[in-house]
């Protein structure tokens, strides 16, 4: 590995100045928080920190707190905290239920749940240390590439796809994320934090080099709420998602009163589909609506030469998942 | 090629469908020697790289020592405090055979650096063992044949010393989730699983002798929807196999 | 001497009975040392520079920066190392002809130029800590004139595919002609005139990377003129002649140790390159060199399972009898041919005619080498799953297709030793009640759908020479001297055991001593499965001749001790000893989805006596497993425009995890041959040999669609569904 300095800050406050220090002396530094990606990329000298902030000496980050606006998650919680987490489970399952498909056992006992949401992408071409978009270059090698695991939704010019499983979650249950960076926070609804690469491609959100993602806040649950995350994976453990669907539906008796549906694995963000949920809204969840969900689900979908698979895929999760969520007793 | 006498030295054997001609020598077997190996490890860091003086306790030994930011857990374990059980199998969190307990949690050594390691207790394979006094997990290891070639098993063992100590009891299905971040290319999972079983069923007890072919593991069916969800998924049966004799 | 006389089971004390591993406590308290464990006082760290291209000249090499760098200690490149790697590329492949690798055309050096595939060495650095061996890497500067490459073993036949070496896109032959590897009995072309349906179709298999836990480490040391190396090799003896011929050097000046090593699945049998570069840095530097990979230079930079492309032509009689057999194959060897290429399966059928041509060819991806059965998953997987759809589309059951037309003497011709193929096929399908689970394909109705499938097979069991030399002492202390290395398949407790058995004394009273070419005589090595056969039969050998000299002699007193050793080169009497086996699998496919899963699998084997069921269990559950894995998961995936892989790695390549492992039930039948010692045969490799080709039959049975190409994924299953 190459050579770096690692520093832990004791307050969110001292990173930030940890970041703009290094980059004042001319060093490139990297805010860490788990660590299990950040250093295969350091090893793979995809990025060359000269300093490492390492976030987890931050006192009292990894909480889930109830507040009066619903719940406020520290962003350096783990994976493994988050996934078991009574209040977490009941109320936000399909968060829940996302953090425990992350990986392995040992990683969700480091990983983060802000470090999830803001991994870099797994895309082979960038991973293998090709000049891609995401890379600094000029082209996306996926394209006319192997793109068996690329984008179907809002691809171009780079086709990666998002690769955290909490981050469907999040936007489903309209989470909004406080960030904290030199001038003071700000705070950003998960929907508008992710950005799509025609927009930039060398980043996949809206964090700026000197930001951290603090805290997640969680609206309050609602009565008749039930969520849900279902992910494909290629093994039976530790692949990121082929396709994913966070779900998360809003029931009056059999009636559903509102619908959020998210996709991973498919975009470069979390992919909402607003078609699909409002087809649900108002309405009885019987096989045939779901079915309907289903086929909804890839309307506007593009296909690349090899990843054509992912439709059908898709239209079998969305209407899997929406069904057995409605149906369930 | 050498000139020896020895008629061990020249042979011939079928390979394959063909025949074909192999040559080795024989060395004269009973010179016994041991190598020069292993000496007590002494590297420290390298100057002009950055370090930072750390406290550890390994195995409930206390470490004070100077490591190099950016040494990795595994490192510093392997090579700077000769605790060599603990394999590098990928260095990059796939594999698990790097599984150490960080506060009594399995982590991947090779994907937390040292420097991060610093007031936090760390347990290894070598932890496991009390003197001669084998873990149970350990014995059961043995008596069901859970390491082939074994590079594998000491991040096996400390997953599932990871897991019996919040979850005493746990179903075939639980064990493989736990364990899912361990891969074994001997692919003897199936025996791995049968091992933290009877380990937990026997804990502190004698296991019984272990049974040649049978073993014990999930064969899980239903649709994948509910297939992904590790916690909720229990449908689980346990079958016994015969190594007809 | 030839045949065995074995007692029967009754009388035997140690051998048949299910004992733990004698090293099992070493590697359950990490005391267990593997190469990678060795650490010398003063030992220098190495790091190997890479080709980041498929094919390419290289102009010029700039190391100055390199060796400037404080504690860089020396700098190897194709320009100051020019170290033939002997075993790297051998003319028919025939890996343990030490002529043959002397004589072929097509030497492959330690570092190359051109370079062939992405991943080959192009420069090696030791220096005093490893992270500055690998900083010095980004300081050697390399000019590369890039070439053509090809990568797939069809397309680089063609005329127009750039020719890799001189000699065009064949590989040589053990007389360094460019020729295919062809078989031939009857006339398949009039079998195929006279047969009264005939089908043609395509199956592919891809790379698959042994990927043993281990990444391979190389630990080397000089004194005087005397080099030591530590390193995982499934054979010190061979690894040791290969050190010695490579660098010049008689062989008594080579000392190669292998405690432990973390898996083998093949292709260890030898030296690597790896373990050259090491002991000449060694040499250059002085001091001792510890060469680490990592696992994606192992996965690119090494070798795996050569991927193939097979023709198959089948005539059969209105009666489902099989008249003609016709293969034609295309095995991918990477730019140099380290082993045969081969692709095996015709010989398990019964039938007149039969013609298989097969070609090993240069490409321009990673090194094809031996994995765990070499020849036989890729085309065990083609032939059973064309015969199984032979089968379906002569309306037949395909078990009932299998006894008819499968094989009963080794090439129609020379009698097996014995013959249990029939008995481990009935037995199987009875276990795993395979009239209630097989049904007409993709019959079942709704998106999840089960289905059944079988495969059986023949794998070779020779005889032949190994060595072992035993020592009783005054104290009663049997210790046993073989040149064994553990690769995991437990060598070690096997030769005790057999030991044990021999002299009729408790196990605990042998001990071993092993993996060390200064201390043990040579062994085979533990390649082709072929330990507990040679090097088992030769322990009995040598216990016979313990015994014989004690009843001589009287028992050794004081500082005497008696010595006995053994090097038998049995055969089988023109008789072919094989190992025989069927699989049984039952799959769930998800049809919408694409996910396939195993839901029961039953394992029968022969492989004569069963010298330790515990860890011969072991062997069987794991050989399967890993083919359930390349049925299911793995490949090496390229970039077809930059000829680099994109997946390297146990997360890439889809390696099987606990979650994915189903049970596997094992079955033994033991039956005894007369030949083996204690009536063993080979049982390392037979585990993985069908079980592609019992998933992918399965997973026709449950679709109705058939996968020919490996591995059957889930976009594949998608695409088929579609």
């Known amino acids: 590995m190459k050579t770096f300095a690692n520093k832990n800050p004791q307050t969110l406050e001292q990173a930030v100045s940890f970041v703009q220090q290094a980059r004042k002396d001319g060093q490139t530094p990297s805010v860490v928080g788990g660590g299990s990606d950040l250093l295969g990329m350091v090893k793979e000298f995809l990025i060359k920190p000269d300093v490492l902030v390492n976030l987890k000496t931050i006192k009292g980050l990894d909480q889930v707190a109830p507040t009066a606006s619903g719940v406020s998650i520290g962003g350096l919680i783990t994976l493994d905290t988050l996934g078991t987490h009574p209040l977490i489970r009941s109320q936000y399952a399909v968060l829940a239920e996302a953090a425990e498909t992350v990986a392995t056992p040992q990683i969700r006992n480091v990983g983060t749940l802000a470090g999830n949401v803001c991994q870099r992408p797994w895309c082979w071409y960038f991973r293998n240390g090709f000049p891609c978009l995401k890379n600094g270059g000029d082209t996306c090698f996926s394209i006319v590439g192997d793109n068996r695991f690329h984008a179907i939704f809002g691809g171009g010019p780079s086709y990666i796809v998002h690769p955290s499983d909490t981050a469907p979650a999040l936007v489903a249950l309209e989470a909004k994320f406080r960030i904290v960076g030199p001038s003071g926070e700000r705070v950003v609804p998960a929907a508008d934090f992710f950005v799509l690469p025609q927009k930039d491609a060398t980043k996949e959100n809206v964090l700026t080099a000197d930001e951290v993602l603090a805290e997640v806040q969680l609206p309050p649950g609602h009565e008749g709420r039930r969520s849900t995350y279902n992910k494909v994976l290629d093994r039976e453990a530790w692949t990121h998602a082929v396709v994913s669907a966070a779900v998360v539906l809003d029931m009056d008796n059999e009636i559903c009163r509102r619908a959020r549906i998210v996709l991973g694995g498919v975009a470069p963000i979390p992919w909402r589909l607003p078609n699909v949920e409002r087809l649900l809204t108002g309405q009885r969840i019987t096989p045939e609506l779901a079915a309907k969900a289903g086929e909804a689900a890839i309307v506007g979908a593009q296909k690349l030469s090899k990843n054509a698979y992912k439709l059908p895929m898709t239209k079998a999760l969305v209407r899997r998942t929406v069904l057995a969520l409605a149906t369930r007793a | ?245 | 001497m030839s045949r065995m006389p074995t007692p029967t089971l009754a009388l035997l004390k140690t051998v048949g009975h299910a004992t733990p591993r004698i090293d099992a406590v070493e590697r359950v308290t990490g005391k267990a040392t593997y190469s990678g464990d060795v650490h010398l006082t003063g030992m220098l760290y190495a790091r190997i520079l890479r080709s980041p291209h498929a094919h390419a000249q290289i102009r010029k090499i700039d190391v100055s920066k390199a060796q400037a760098l404080p504690g860089v200690k020396f700098v190897l490149t194709h320009e100051n190392c020019t170290v033939v790697w002997g075993a790297g590329s051998i003319a028919g492949g025939r890996q343990y002809v030490d002529e043959i690798k002397k004589t072929t055309r097509q030497r492959r050096y330690a570092f190359n130029n051109p370079v062939r595939f992405f991943g080959e060495p192009v420069a090696a650095v030791a220096a005093t800590d490893r992270h500055i061996a690998e900083e010095a890497l980004r300081l050697i500067t390399v000019e590369y004139e890039t070439l053509p490459f090809v990568l797939d073993q069809e397309e680089a036949l063609r005329p127009e595919s750039v020719k890799i070496w001189p000699d065009g896109n064949v590989s040589l032959d053990v007389k360094n002609e460019a020729k295919p590897e062809v078989y031939r009995r009857g006339d398949v072309e009039e079998g195929f005139r006279t047969a009264d349906h005939v089908f043609e179709d395509r199956y592919t298999t891809t790379y698959v990377h042994n990927a043993q836990m281990e990444p391979r480490v190389s630990v080397a040391s000089w004194e005087g003129d005397k080099l030591t190396l530590y390193t995982p090799t499934q054979g010190t003896s061979n690894c040791r002649h290969d050190m010695a011929r490579d660098l010049g050097i008689p062989d008594e000046k080579v000392r190669v140790i292998c405690k432990y090593m973390g898996g083998g699945f093949g292709n260890k049998n030898q030296n690597q390159d790896a373990d050259l570069i090491a002991a000449v840095l060694a040499k250059e530097t002085g001091a001792p060199v510890k060469l680490e990979l990592s696992r994606k230079e192992d996965f690119i930079g090494v070798h795996g399972r050569w991927p193939t492309t097979q023709y198959y032509k089948v005539g059969v009689s209105n009666d489902g009898t099989l008249q003609s057999l016709q293969l034609r194959g295309y095995s991918g060897m990477g730019p140099y041919r380290k082993n045969s290429g081969g692709i095996t399966g015709v010989e398990l059928y019964q039938c007149p005619n039969v013609e298989s041509t097969v070609y090993p060819v240069y490409t321009n991806r990673a090194v094809s080498g031996n994995y765990r059965a070499p020849e036989f998953p890729q085309g065990f997987f083609g032939i059973q799953s064309m015969m199984d759809d032979v089968a379906y589309k002569m309306k037949m059951d395909p078990v009932e297709f299998v006894l008819k037309n499968m094989t009963r003497k080794s090439n129609d011709e020379v009698p097996y030793s014995n013959y249990t193929l029939e008995d481990c096929i009935r037995r199987g399908a009875e276990a795993f009640e395979w009239k209630k689970r097989w049904h007409a394909p993709g019959a079942e109705p709704g998106a999840i759908k089960r289905g059944a499938g079988m495969a059986f097979m023949t794998i070779r069991s020779p005889l032949g020479q190994s060595s072992a030399v035993i020592r009783l002492d005054s104290n009663g202390r049997y210790t046993v001297f073989v040149g064994v290395t553990d690769i995991g398949a437990g060598a070690k407790t096997t030769m005790s055991m057999i030991a044990a058995e021999e002299l009729g004394i408790p196990l605990p009273n042998v001990d071993l001593v092993w993996g060390d070419t200064d201390r043990c005589p040579y062994s085979v090595g533990e390649s082709g499965s072929r330990t507990t056969d040679m090097t088992g039969y030769a322990v009995i050998e040598a216990a016979r001749d313990l015994k014989r000299q004690i009843a001589e002699k009287g028992l050794p007193k004081g500082e005497n001790a008696l010595i006995a050793s053994a090097s038998p080169n049995p055969n089988s009497e023109g008789k072919v000893r094989k190992s025989f086996g069927a699989h049984f699998v039952e799959v769930e496919v998800d049809t919408e989805l694409g996910r396939v899963r195993v839901l029961k699998y039953i394992a029968v084997h022969d492989s004569g006596r069963i010298m330790n069921p515990l860890t011969a269990t072991s062997q069987i559950k794991g050989g399967a497993t890993q083919g359930i894995g390349m049925a299911l998961h793995e490949d090496l995936v390229y970039d077809q425009r930059s000829g680099q892989p994109l997946n390297a790695g146990y997360y890439g390549a889809r390696i099987m995890t606990h979650l994915d492992a189903p049970e596997i039930e094992v079955i033994f039948i033991e039956s005894d041959d007369g030949y083996g010692p204690f009536g063993a045969k080979c049982i390392g490799e037979a585990g993985i040999v069908h079980a592609v080709a019992a998933v992918g039959n399965a997973v026709f049975n449950a679709i109705g669609r058939r996968m020919k190409d490996l591995p059957i994924t889930r976009d594949k299953i998608l695409g088929a569904m579609a």
């Not at chain 2, 060395?27 to 790289?49: F, W």
Request: charged share 20%.
């Open chain 2, 1 to 245: 090629m050498s000139k020896r006498k020895n008629d061990i030295s020249r042979r011939q054997f079928l390979e394959g469908t063909g025949a074909v001609l192999a040559v080795a020598t024989a060395g004269p077997a009973l010179k016994v020697e041991l190598p020069a190996e292993n000496p007590p490890v002494t590297d420290s860091v390298a100057s002009g790289v950055p370090s930072t003086a750390i406290r550890l306790v390994v195995n409930g030994t206390e470490h004070r020592l100077e490591v190099e930011d950016r040494w990795t857990l595994a490192e510093l374990l392997r090579d700077h405090i000769g605790l060599t059980g603990t394999k590098i199998g990928c260095d990059r969190g796939e594999c698990g055979a790097c599984t150490v307990l960080l506060d009594g949690k399995p982590v991947y050594s090779c994907s937390n650096l040292a420097v991060w390691a610093d007031g936090r207790e760390v347990q290894t394979v070598e932890g496991l063992a009390h003197g001669e006094q084998l873990d149970p997990l350990q014995r059961a290891f043995v008596e069901h044949d859970g390491p082939q070639c074994g590079f594998c098993t000491s991040g096996q063992l400390m997953s599932a010393k990871g897991l019996l100590a919040h979850n005493p009891h746990p179903t075939p299905h639980e064990v493989q989730a736990a364990m899912t971040g361990n891969i074994c290319r001997c692919s003897n999972y199936n025996r791995y699983v049968e091992a933290v079983l009877a380990a937990a069923a026997t804990k502190n007890a004698t296991a019984s002798k272990s049974n040649s072919g049978r073993s014990t593991a999930s064969t899980k069916s239903g649709a994948e929807v509910s297939a992904t969800k590790g916690r909720r998924n229990a449908a689980i049966s346990t079958t016994g196999a015969g190594g007809a004799r």
